[in-house]
């Protein structure tokens, strides 16, 4: 739990809040990961809650026609200065 700034005209400049925070792999290629903000003591409301939810999907992307992996700068020689 901690407070955050309501940034509200009316109530409150500052509300209790609680965060929780979830991910569940669904299979080796699919991630969802949920965030969910429940406020107290807002105004006019039994309880606030803001759920966020973020579905990952893994991508096989072919690498460059050069023939080298597609990571871009990792495999990138730099010289030394």
Known sequence: SFHTLTKS???P???KAT???RAVQLSDHLLVIEN???L???PYADRFRVV???I???VRTEG???GTSGRGDRNRKTRDT
Do not use: H, L, M, N
Request: charge should be negative; aromatic fraction near 16%.
């Open 64 to 66: 460059p026609a050069d």
């Open 56 to 58: 990952v999907e893994a």
């Open 52 to 54: 966020e939810r973020w």
């Open 19 to 21: 965060k929780v925070q």
């Open 36 to 38: 969910e903000t429940s």
């Open 40 to 42: 107290a003591d807002i």
């Open 13 to 15: 400049a500052y509300a």
């Open 9 to 11: 005209y009316f109530g």
